[in-house]
């Protein structure tokens, strides 16, 4: 019997692109060479602009490589990029839903361009609503779904048709932890079902490691590859869990562990502890000393612990690696950090008769990492916006910074810098005009203004990349620059709204190493977040569903509300479904003695 063709077999790939500003051309691909097995779920993973996307984008015929062979379902892409065309799905990062269309609509529209028949269509869109529980909103318009919802739509819509290999890039990206779960239940079960091929990039370690086969990518070269199995043993026997003294955060711990790159390779806070990774010939007592008595056990490797290593030594044979760069901050005003900064009372934001946000108090402390978490819908980035004074309150008391901001939104907004999940930078205009621009915006002139900017050019690692066109670079470098821009007047609070969605494990611990620095000099930060790991680094955490407020208190205290015992390692992923679940349930039960 003849083996199965390759979903995808490439040889010897190379792609270059050119960044405008930018002497050398970008190697997105550099003699790449890889087999993806037919009818399994493969992952392709690495940090930003490793060249995840490109590879995608050859394989689905959009673009052709410099040099090299590509086959797809045995099919030559560059020869007949049709054929292949005729036989995948692909769902883009952004994929193109029509707001102004109902769920029905977008997907008769995608139907459609695509050829399938109305006899076809009935079957596969009664399977598509089963899959996707969709089918409660058929009649919703596209643009009033929740982001997770509309992923699943996107989804949907990919698979109108039935390919023979699916192209997934990032599709999990700004997804709360329970659309994420369904997510991916309705990709094995396509798997499983169909014996579809499915390739997927993601950020996400936990979502690879569900993955019969792994492929590595770093600066355009596959380093690694291989079940998830052989990926994690580059991590075997080094990982261990450290217990912070009490009174010790455990993103300071980490801080100091990061620090130390002679002895550590990665350390990340983790359900009130400090997972690390010790560096096989570190020195013993050199580890004891950055753990001052610290009581610690070891642990099994994880899919993201084998990740860490081999970024680390790719890191290494670039450059040594130095020390993270700290932002240089004092503490504003030299205020205290007991000093109250942020006061909500009563919040309400009412859209018509609809309410997003419903009696929501709390307050934040001058350097504190404050959280908001929530699932998609849940109100949480329409109460980032009425903290940001993006967006007035419809009731209830809001102060920031010592400003009332239903009275005077102008004035607070001088106080605070802010980064937005779209990063909120001029695509067309260089890194350092975009610094020019905001500075300017934010009052900063001449010496002032090209002092702060020498100063965030070196924080962020962005010297040598001055004159690089924004929107041409890749989404770390993207990130940095959205950080510099909220930085540059020196804010006494910075809001970030989901910062590090799509970046992967070694970006996101840069950005925290920052943000810690950021908290310790008395910046206060604010932050919405849908990688529960990124809890770990807030001081409290609040968690809203339906506009209210389920939890408020540290990570430990809200892992304890979601069942957890004191002592248990419950992760913060599995306390907030918890949570969120407890609260739709209690929600949905009929209340006790109604009349039948």
Request: with cysteine; aromatic share 6%; proline share 5%.
């Amino acid at each position: 019997m003849a083996t199965a063709a390759p979903a995808l077999a490439g040889r010897g790939l190379h792609k270059r692109f050119r960044i405008k500003g930018v002497a050398e051309p970008t190697r997105a691909l550099d003699d790449v060479t890889l087999d993806v097995p037919a009818g399994k779920l493969t992952a392709l993973v690495g940090p930003d602009g490793a060249g995840k996307t490109t590879l995608l984008r050859l394989a689905a015929g959009l673009m052709s490589a410099d040099e090299g062979s590509l086959s797809v379902l045995g099919i030559d892409v560059a020869k007949d990029p049709q054929s292949v065309q005729d036989r995948i799905s692909y769902m883009p990062q952004r994929f193109g839903l029509y707001e102004d269309l109902s769920v029905q609509e977008n997907l008769d529209l995608y139907a459609d361009l695509h050829g399938v028949s109305k006899s076809v269509r009935r079957d596969r869109y009664a399977r598509l609503m089963e899959m996707t529980d969709l089918g409660r909103f058929t009649d919703r318009p596209a643009g009033k779904l929740s982001g997770g919802m509309k992923q699943k739509l996107g989804l949907a819509c990919t698979l109108v048709r039935s390919p023979a290999l699916l192209l997934l890039d990032e599709p999990t990206v700004g997804v709360d932890p329970l659309s994420r779960r369904e997510l991916w239940e309705i990709v094995q079960q396509l798997v499983d079902d169909e014996q579809l091929s499915v390739i997927v990039s993601t950020a996400y370690l936990d979502e690879a490691e569900r993955c019969a086969q792994v492929f590595v990518l770093h600066g355009g070269k596959l380093i690694a590859q291989g079940a998830p199995g052989e990926i994690r043993n580059n991590a075997k026997d080094l990982c261990f869990i450290a217990t912070p003294p009490k009174g010790t955060a455990p993103r300071t711990l980490q801080a100091k562990l990061l620090d130390a790159p002679a002895s550590i390779i990665d350390a990340v806070p983790q359900g009130g502890e400090v997972r690390f990774i010790r560096r096989p010939d570190a020195d013993a007592a050199s580890v004891d000393t950055l753990l001052d008595g610290a009581p610690v056990e070891p642990v099994p490797a994880r899919l993201e612990d084998g990740f860490m290593v081999l970024l680390r030594a790719q890191q290494a044979k670039a450059k040594a690696r130095a020390a993270p760069a700290h932002p240089a901050t004092t503490s504003p005003n030299g205020e205290s950090k007991d000093d109250v900064v942020i006061q909500v009372k009563d919040l309400v934001r009412k859209f018509g008769d609809f309410t997003a946000v419903a009696s929501t108090s709390f307050d934040v402390r001058r350097g504190e990492i404050f959280g908001l978490l929530g699932p998609n819908g849940a109100g949480k980035t329409t109460t980032f916006r009425m903290l940001c004074g993006l967006l007035p309150a419809s009731s209830g008391f809001l102060q920031v910074a010592g400003v009332n901001l239903r009275t005077a939104r102008a004035h607070a907004r001088s106080k605070i810098g802010y980064v937005s999940q779209k990063f909120a930078l001029y695509g067309n205009l260089t890194v350092t005009e975009n610094l020019q621009f905001f500075g300017g915006a934010y009052g900063l002139r001449r010496k002032r203004l090209h002092d702060r900017m020498q100063t965030v050019l070196q924080q962020f690692d962005l010297v040598g990349q001055e004159q690089a066109t924004s929107g041409q670079l890749p989404g770390g470098f993207k990130q940095r620059l959205a950080m510099a821009t909220g930085l540059l007047h020196e804010p006494e609070i910075l809001f970030l709204d989901e910062p590090t969605s799509g970046t992967d494990p070694l970006a996101r611990r840069e950005f925290w190493r920052r943000i810690t620095a950021l908290a310790e000099a008395g910046v206060t930060i604010i932050i919405t977040t849908h990688f529960m790991e990124e809890a770990e680094y807030c001081d409290r955490i609040v968690i809203q569903d339906a506009g209210k407020l389920l939890a408020i208190g540290t990570p430990q205290q809200v892992r304890v509300q979601a069942g957890s015992a004191e002592d248990s390692r419950l992760s913060m992923e599995e306390a907030f479904i918890d949570i969120v679940k407890q609260a739709r349930e209690a929600k949905r039960a009929p209340a006790q003695g109604a009349p039948a």
